[in-house]
């Protein structure tokens, strides 16, 4: 079956502590984002990325980092920058050219300890 | 500029009622403009879409009302059914990669 995997499900982080969330799409998207998501505000973009070696901040970019070395995986890594990490995490994809469906993935939950 | 309003925060609709959400954008590049379905614990699922040279587009009991002059556009969901509680987002993307999303609206229909 062909969609976007966001592992683990469920996340727990220690202060200090840096996590990565992993997303990998088997759509061969060209695009992927990623977006947090608070109640109450809607989902935000974080990062987003075109093109592999490529990718550009969101709104919301201070305290995370990613990388794109496949078109298929997309990272995202919560740093111990990140003050208020808790949040639903949502990783996306587009086909690109004239199709703008945004794809996403299920989502992983990031929790504090 | 960049924002879409999204209203109203939160709906409860009887069973084979109309729903109804509204949202309101200013810029006037923005030229797609999605709504998305979400389920607790789910990511958000594309549900219907509409680009600002119609004015209505329906799909099944989902209908997208747009009005390019007052810059609004609306999701009506006739025949309200339970399986339809959840939370929908409109969103707006212009010519780039960036999606903005309205804030979301809870729905929950009683049975």
């Known amino acids: 079956d062909g969609g976007i995997t966001q592992s683990p499900k469920y996340l727990f982080r220690k202060e200090g502590q840096n996590v990565t969330l992993s997303c990998e799409q088997n759509?061969?998207?060209?695009?992927m984002y990623w977006y947090r998501q608070d109640p109450g505000q809607g989902l935000r973009l974080i990062y987003y990325s075109q093109i592999v070696n490529d990718f550009q901040k969101g709104d919301i970019a201070e305290g995370y980092s990613v990388s794109r070395e496949k078109k298929e995986s997309f990272p995202l890594t919560v740093t111990s920058a990140q003050k208020n990490p808790t949040a639903f995490y949502l990783c996306a994809s587009i086909p690109g050219g004239t199709n703008e469906k945004l794809f996403f993935g299920s989502g992983t939950q990031l929790s504090v300890l | 500029q960049q924002q879409v309003k999204q209203s109203p925060q939160s709906l409860i609709v009887q069973k084979g009622g109309i729903s109804i959400i509204n949202c309101a954008y200013e810029?006037?590049?923005?030229?797609?403009f999605p709504w998305y379905q979400q389920f607790p614990g789910k990511g958000p699922a594309l549900l219907i879409a509409?680009?600002?040279?119609?004015s209505e587009k329906k799909e099944g009991r989902f209908t997208i009302s747009f009005n390019k002059s007052a810059k609004q556009f609306s999701l009506h969901i006739m025949d309200s059914q339970p399986g339809d509680s959840a939370t929908y987002f409109c969103?707006?993307?212009?010519?780039?990669?960036?999606?903005?999303f309205g804030t979301g609206t809870r729905l929950k229909v009683l049975a």
């Open positions: 969103a707006a993307k212009d010519g780039t990669y960036k999606y903005i």
């Open positions: 759509l061969n998207h060209d695009a």
């Open positions: 810029n006037t590049a923005f030229d797609y």
């Open positions: 509409i680009r600002p040279d119609v």
